[in-house]
Nanobody, 126 residues
C-alpha cells in the first residue's frame, strides 16, 4: 500500500495550495479518504474527509469554507484545495484511507484510519 502526498510548500498568508495524494496497492474506490495535519509536538488533527463515492465531505471547523476535498477514483487520487491560507495552517499534511468507518467517525480520531501516507509540509508565512 502506498499513499504519496505532494503539493506542499511555502506560501504567504491569503494564498492557495493544492495537495494531491496518489494511492496504490488497495481498492481505492472502496475506501473513504481523509487529510490530517500535525505540528511538531502536537497531536495529529483531522482536516477533511470524503466518502468512497465522493458524494459526502466532512470538514474541521477551522478549515470549513476555505478548504475543499475531492477525489478522482479513475486516477486513485484525492486532493485538498486550500485557499485563504493562514499561518496557523502550517503543518505536515497527511493523507489517509479507511475502509470501515464513516467520515464522521474518521473526524474524531486518526487511530481508526487503515493506511497513511508520508506527509507533505505546508508552511504559511505571515
Amino acid at each position: 500500500v502506498q499513499l504519496q502526498a505532494s503539493g506542499g510548500g511555502l506560501v504567504q498568508a491569503g494564498g492557495s495550495l493544492r495537495l494531491s495524494c496518489a494511492a496504490s496497492g488497495f481498492m481505492f474506490s472502496e475506501f473513504a479518504m481523509a487529510w490530517f495535519r500535525q505540528v511538531e509536538g502536537k497531536e495529529r488533527e483531522f482536516v477533511a474527509a470524503i466518502s468512497w463515492s465522493g458524494s459526502s465531505q466532512f470538514y474541521a471547523d477551522s478549515v470549513k469554507g476555505r478548504f475543499t476535498i475531492s477525489r478522482d477514483n479513475a486516477k486513485s487520487s484525492v486532493y485538498l484545495q486550500m485557499n485563504s491560507l493562514k499561518p496557523e495552517d502550517t503543518a505536515v499534511y497527511y493523507c489517509s484511507a479507511d475502509g470501515d468507518n464513516t467520515i464522521a467517525t474518521m473526524s474524531r480520531s486518526p487511530r481508526v484510519m487503515d493506511y497513511w501516507g508520508q506527509g507533505t509540509q505546508v508552511t504559511v508565512s505571515s
